[in-house]
């Protein structure tokens, strides 16, 4: 894998399934940032963590996000909020592969109740070693939905 820095974050269906994946890039060298929740806390709200994660990818064009709930689809809808993420709820590798290859996704969000932690972990190390394929017709729908991004007032 890569050597670009990591952040992670899940809500309290998530939280144990990122304190593997943490153990698990730990093993590996990867170098991670835990975001949060710190502590498991039923009572989080996960746009709060999808936020934080998705602020900090977008401020370091190099890092990558990863964020764990139950489906991975909240997560996914609120880091996408986010200028300058594209954030994808993967389900298997093939669609983690294709978001990368096809769509340059900054921000991975996985269903913790819906997948296996040695299914995440397969899907995580194909996210994080596939590169963006940089053909043309996917770089110019990049630019345009950059482009539709930056046109939106607030």
């Known amino acids: 894998m890569k050597k670009e820095k990591i952040f992670l974050g899940a809500d309290h269906a998530g939280f ?3 304190e ?3 153990k698990y890039f730990e093993s590996k060298n990867i170098d991670y940032e835990d975001l ?3 502590t498991y806390d039923s009572k ?7 936020f934080k994660v998705a602020k900090k990818v977008a401020k370091d064009k190099k890092s990558k996000g990863i964020l764990l709930c139950g489906t991975g689809e909240g997560m996914a809808i609120a880091a996408d909020k986010v200028k300058g993420i594209r ?5 298997d590798l093939l669609s983690a592969k294709l978001s990368r290859e096809h769509n340059d996704s900054n921000v991975l969000a996985l269903g913790a109740r819906t997948l296996s ?4 972990k ?3 190390t194909a996210w994080l070693n596939t590169e963006f394929s940089k053909a043309k ?3 110019r729908r990049i630019k345009e939905i950059t482009h539709f991004e930056n046109s939106q007032k607030a």
Request: glycine share 4%; hydrophobic share 40%.
């Open 36 to 38: 949060g929740y710190l």
């Open 87 to 91: 954030a994808v709820e993967a389900y």
């Open 122 to 124: 397969k899907i995580i």
């Open 44 to 50: 989080d709200d996960y746009p709060d963590i999808a």
């Open 117 to 120: 932690i040695e299914k995440i």
């Open 20 to 22: 593997k994946i943490k």
């Open 137 to 139: 017709r996917h770089e």
């Open 16 to 18: 144990e399934a990122k």
